[in-house]
């Protein structure tokens, strides 16, 4: 089998793949691939296909590549996002073409493993990285949240729902941003910026393509202050479901030293929106003890609070283990980004909060 890149020539073959093998809610119209697949900043679109001898598409490996900071350098991350092969290629072994090719030619190549389909995935990973993974945590607002955790969660939810007041009042400021970022968040993140040795590159043309200009998904940007000086940026989703509002903080950029207050700010504002909890999803631990001291609580799938669904469109209660991987000529040459004080990725980074084609029929959107 051929692997090819991905062009304009094979993209209806490659959605017609992907038609069957992306599953029922993975969106398939053009804005949304020309958005993530075919970003201002690369030239050609973002993905490799499988082709047989009869030049029938056999397997597909998409990839979401977004700027980085990389040590002292600038670089970019490429995430799968995702990958199907046939049962045909499947049985030749030619879908590992897809990954590595990836392995050896590009700088740097990222994969979050969300349950043990991926386990396979993680171990060809796992000979380059250490154990850093990605987290959830949890600020339960409300009791009502236990009716949909399962059974044996139910008191764990209920008592979570009873943290109030944690620690001081935090003396930040908040204001929303629907369609654009503030006058000086650039500042901002070169503060954040200068301390992380491996992350997204949150500059302001960054957010603004990621949960600005994003299509079929409605973000809000929230900003933190302490008189005139902006101490914090986050990315808000609320997501409606039959069971209640939930909200989803996506992106946190601060300061390691005005971490606490950032959180305390949040989590005491978004429980005003009556949302059942509120979850964070993030890789590395620079925000762990702020976040607790605010209030939120570690939430893995081994916890009580892990039962809480992660995912709302629709609503499911699968489980998960946020193993996170790197490979690529520049993480098998360099150790320093295995630090988890330095390095942060979160639910906005990759693929880990697109829309669903379910989510859109509920909404109604027109595509």
């Not at 490799?48 to 490996?61: P, T, Y």
């Not at 909200?247 to 971490?259: E, G, L, M, Q, T």
């Not at 209030?295 to 193993?323: I, K, T, V």
């Amino acid at each position: 089998m051929n692997l090819l890149p991905l062009s304009d020539e094979l993209l209806p073959a490659v959605q017609a793949f992907a038609r069957e093998n992306f599953g029922r809610n993975f969106i398939l119209e053009p804005q949304f691939w020309k958005h993530w697949y075919h970003p201002p900043w690369s030239d050609s679109w973002n993905g490799r296909v499988l082709i047989d001898d009869n030049d029938q598409v056999q397997g597909v490996a998409m990839l979401v590549v977004v700027p980085a900071k990389f040590g002292n350098k600038n670089a970019h991350v490429a995430w799968f996002a995702p990958v199907a092969v046939s049962q045909k290629a499947q049985k030749v072994g030619a879908g590992a073409q897809l990954f590595f090719w990836a392995f050896r030619s590009l700088p740097l190549v990222g994969g979050i493993s969300t349950n043990d389909l991926s386990a396979p995935i993680s171990k060809l990973f796992g000979k380059r990285i250490g154990g850093i993974r990605m987290n959830r945590f949890i600020s339960v607002h409300s009791a009502d949240a236990k009716q949909i955790a399962p059974e044996a969660s139910m008191v764990a939810v209920a008592n979570a729902a009873k943290t109030k007041d944690v620690g001081p009042h935090s003396p930040l400021k908040a204001d929303w941003h629907d369609k654009s970022l503030p006058d000086d968040y650039d500042d901002l993140w070169r503060r954040v910026r200068k301390n992380l040795d491996f992350t997204t590159d949150r500059t302001r043309d960054y957010m603004t393509w990621r949960y600005i200009d994003t299509p079929f998904q409605d973000y809000r940007l929230l900003s933190l202050r302490a008189k005139d000086n902006l101490k914090g940026m986050a990315v808000v989703r609320l997501q409606d479901t039959p069971q209640g509002q939930i909200c989803r903080i996506v992106d946190v950029v601060a300061a390691n030293k005005d971490a606490t207050d950032v959180w305390r700010r949040l989590r005491v504002l978004l429980a005003e929106f009556g949302a059942l909890y509120t979850d964070f999803f993030v890789i590395g631990n620079r925000f762990d003890s702020a976040l607790e001291e605010a209030g939120f609580h570690l939430a893995n799938e081994d916890s009580a609070l892990g039962g809480l669904p992660h995912l709302f469109a629709p609503m499911e209660h699968r489980g998960w283990n946020g193993d996170f991987y790197m490979a690529g000529s520049l993480a098998k040459e360099n150790d320093f980004w295995r630090d988890g004080e330095t390095v942060f990725f979160s639910k906005g980074d990759a693929d880990r909060d697109w829309p669903t084609q379910y989510d859109l029929d509920q909404r109604a959107i027109p595509v």
